[in-house]
């Protein structure tokens, strides 16, 4: 069974630092990987799609790698904003089955 | 394209209450998810439907939960008695195999 670890589960930085986020799965036959931003309370938010067969994505300040071989992903956040406080999930797909990780909160301090 | 509708947005109700979620997904998305998500945890998923047909629901409580997909389209997932540990937020989501999942914005059920 698919299992998703997301590290460190909570993460505290100073407005303007980059960071990286940490998703770890056991299974690398995955079709996707996916990342997602959550505010407390809310639905998810999708923020990037990798595709098994690419390496990275990119929008904005955001950057996705994806090293099926590792069963590792990094989401990579530039210049932080405290906008950019949430908590944010990895879900691994395969066959229309996904797997979430665990999370990590993030909060960004003005 | 429409997102994911999901109703109502919140709703409070007492324990041993019955209550209802709607959900529409994506036009064309023949796969639809229910989850669970208790504060501080991850997404549980309770039911995946493809079409009109259960494809997993082996962490649905079923002596109280139930759920179907209307014509392979609206999905209803419905809470009967609910219980003090059932308040959480009930996300719905579509996917299309290979393109990833879309969330709804979920609803909060609060049970006093």
């Known amino acids: 069974k698919q299992e998703v670890t997301q590290i460190p589960a909570a993460l505290s930085v100073p407005e303007g630092e980059n960071l990286v986020l940490n998703c770890s799965f056991t299974?690398?036959?995955?079709?996707?990987l996916q990342w997602f931003r959550q505010d407390p309370g809310k639905g998810l938010t999708s923020l990037l799609l990798?595709?098994?067969?690419?390496r990275e994505q990119t929008s904005g300040r955001l950057n996705a790698s994806l090293d099926k071989s590792s069963g590792r992903s990094t989401l990579y956040i530039a210049a932080s904003q405290p906008g950019d406080s949430a908590t944010y999930l990895c879900a691994v797909s395969r066959l229309n089955q996904f797997y979430f990780g665990t999370g990590t909160s993030l909060t960004v301090i003005p | 394209e429409a997102g994911v509708a999901q109703s109502p947005r919140y709703k409070i109700i007492e324990k041993r209450q019955s209550v209802a979620f709607w959900c529409n997904p994506i036009?064309?998305?023949?796969?639809l998810y229910w989850y669970q998500q208790i504060l501080g945890q991850g997404p549980k998923l309770l039911i995946q439907f493809q079409n009109n047909g259960v494809v997993d629901d082996s962490q649905l409580p079923k002596d109280r939960f139930s759920a179907e997909r209307l014509k392979g389209v609206d999905s209803t997932l419905k809470i009967q008695p609910a219980k003090l540990e059932d308040s959480a937020v009930y996300l719905c989501?579509?996917?299309?195999?290979?393109?990833?999942?879309?969330f709804g914005s979920g609803t909060r059920l609060t049970v006093v």
């Open positions: 299974d690398s036959a995955i079709y996707n």
């Open positions: 989501a579509s996917s299309l195999e290979g393109y990833g999942y879309t």
């Open positions: 990798i595709q098994s067969s690419q």
């Open positions: 036009s064309g998305h023949a796969t």
